[in-house]
T-cell receptor, first 114, second 114 residues
Framework: GAGVSQSPSNKVTEKGKDVELRCDPI?????LYWYRQSLGQGLEFLIY????????KSGLPSDRFSAERTGGSVSTLTIQRTQQEDSAVYLC????????????FGPGTRLTVT | EDQVTQSPEALRLQEGESSSLNCSYT??????LFWYRQDPGKGPEFLFT???AGEEKEKERLKATLTKKESFLHITAPKPEDSATYLC???????????????FGKGTLLTVNP
């Protein structure tokens, strides 16, 4: 079946501009996660959505970052007033929460802030 | 202080030369350890979940094992197509016990030469 999809695959933006990254999880997966992977660093947890529960935003690095999930499916990660340190690969994952916590990742969006 | 540590950072093998990758962790009450494979420009691909010391899982030329302090990913007679970064992850380290917050190691870059 279809895996997790993300768009765009690449995004180049100027410092100070806002960007939106989209994630479409695997159909039927109730949990959705956003991670950030910077060069030479491990994957960093950003935010977690589970069903209709309030999201866990504890990993968001600043208030310039926000995310929403509409209808329990598609999610959008928004970064306002982008900074050069925001340059990274942003990965989305989804999982069937009741069946272990195996997370299935999308291909990522490579964000470059110039 | 890293609480999920992978070694070595990089490993070069000749085709057919078996070896092992290590993932050590410090967490009380382990609730699973996950292995992923990541190819350049792609999101991590789920490989295995291990839940208890002594557990082993196999997939083709890969076998993952788990002790109370570490996990090994054994690669038997590797082929060039096994070249990738291998990541391990543990839930609940930085999430106040939340199982869904995976903490990833920085990975081992495996290169298998023909």
């Amino acid at each position: 079946g279809a895996g997790v999809s993300q768009s765009p695959s690449n995004k180049v933006t100027e410092k100070g501009k806002d960007v939106e990254l989209r994630c479409d999880p695997i159909s039927g997966h109730t949990a959705l996660y956003w991670y950030r992977q910077s060069l030479g660093q491990g994957l960093e947890f950003l935010i977690y959505f589970q069903g209709n529960s309030a999201p866990d935003k504890s990993g968001l690095p600043s208030d310039r970052f926000s995310a929403e999930r509409t209808g329990g499916s598609v999610s959008t990660l928004t970064i306002q007033r982008t900074q050069q340190e925001d340059s990274a690969v942003y990965l989305c994952a989804s999982s069937l929460r009741k069946i272990s916590y195996e997370q299935y990742f999308g291909p990522g969006t490579r964000l470059t802030v110039t | 202080e890293d609480q999920v540590t992978q070694s070595p950072e990089a490993l070069r093998l000749q085709e057919g030369e078996s070896s092992s990758l290590n993932c050590s962790y410090t967490v009380s009450g382990l609730r699973g350890l996950f292995w992923y494979r990541q190819d350049p420009g792609k999101g991590p691909e789920f490989l295995f979940t291990l839940y208890s010391a002594g557990e082993e899982k196999e997939k083709e030329r890969l076998k993952a094992t788990l002790t109370k302090k570490e996990s090994f990913l054994h690669i038997t007679a590797p082929k060039p197509e096994d070249s990738a970064t291998y990541l391990c992850a543990v839930p609940g380290i930085r999430g106040g016990g939340s199982n869904y917050k995976l903490t990833f190691g920085k990975g081992t870059l495996l290169t298998v030469n023909p």
